[in-house]
Antibody, heavy 123, light 108 residues
Framework: QLQLQESGPGLVKPSETLSLTCTVS??????????WAWIRQPPGKGLEWIGS???????YYNPSLKSRVTISVDTPKNQFSLNLRSVTAADTAEYYC???????????????WGQGTLVTVSS | SYELTQPPSVSVSPGQTATITCSGD??????AYWYQQKPGQAPILVIF???ERPSGIPERFSGSGSGTTVTLTISGVQAEDEADYYC???????????FGGGTRLTVL
């Protein structure tokens, strides 16, 4: 059974870089054209897609975050990672990783999700 | 930017039918997906490709679509269905993913 687990610091200072890793277990991250995604949820608010990365390393991002985000994949470790630069209090959120499922005909959805990790931006 | 619009809240009594709508300009051309999120938990997929139900999701959950609006219907609502529900789709190109603002379902 595919499982995803987020890890990383729970507290980041303003202007610094938020770095999180998602470890995939139960299957290989290196499947043909499988995408892996990061999604976040500020406390008490809705979900926001951050971006997605393919096992080949190809990635694309939410235009509202594109200038600050990098998502990369480490296939030997079966992990993918999120770097969000120049963070502010507005980046405080629960961060989820997820497998992106589907294709160009069906569209894409997210299943399953990791349990999430809370990152607080504060000095 | 592309947006999906959901009602903030819906309330129903146990055994009744709950309907949650999601509106967006690209929904005639892009599939919609629905997620259930209970307090303190990660979202789970309950409907994909507008109408399909993943294995393990009860039959009382169904999806439909017409024009710029898609609908999640929960028939015979149970207390355990109380949760936040989010629709998700994509922009015209299919590249950029977007979520609706979420609907809190309260079971009275």
């Amino acid at each position: 059974q595919l499982q995803l687990q987020e890890s990383g610091p729970g507290l980041v200072k303003p202007s610094e870089t938020l770095s999180l890793t998602c470890t995939v277990s139960g299957d290989s991250i290196n499947r043909n054209n499988t995408y892996w995604a990061w999604i976040r949820q500020p406390p008490g608010k809705g979900l926001e897609w951050i971006g997605s990365v393919c096992d080949s390393g190809s990635s694309y991002y939410n235009p509202s975050l594109k200038s600050r985000v990098t998502i990369s994949v480490d296939t030997p470790k079966n992990q993918f990672s999120l770097n969000l630069r120049s963070v502010t209090a507005a980046d405080t959120a629960e961060y989820y990783c997820a497998r992106q499922v589907g294709d160009i005909l069906t569209g894409y959805w997210f299943d399953p999700w990791g349990q999430g990790t809370l990152v607080t931006v504060s000095s | 930017s592309y947006e999906l619009t959901q009602p903030p809240s819906v309330s129903v009594s146990p055994g009744q039918t709950a309907t949650i709508t999601c509106s967006g300009d690209t929904l005639p051309n892009q599939y919609a997906y629905w997620y259930q999120q209970k307090p303190g938990q990660a979202p789970i997929l309950v409907i994909f490709k507008d109408t399909e139900r993943p294995s393990g999701i009860p039959e009382r959950f169904s999806g439909s679509g017409s024009g710029t609006t898609v609908t999640l219907t929960i028939s015979g609502v149970q207390a355990e269905d109380e949760a936040d529900y989010y629709c998700q789709s994509a922009d015209t190109s299919g590249t950029y993913k977007v979520f609706g603002g979420g609907t809190r379902l309260t079971v009275l």
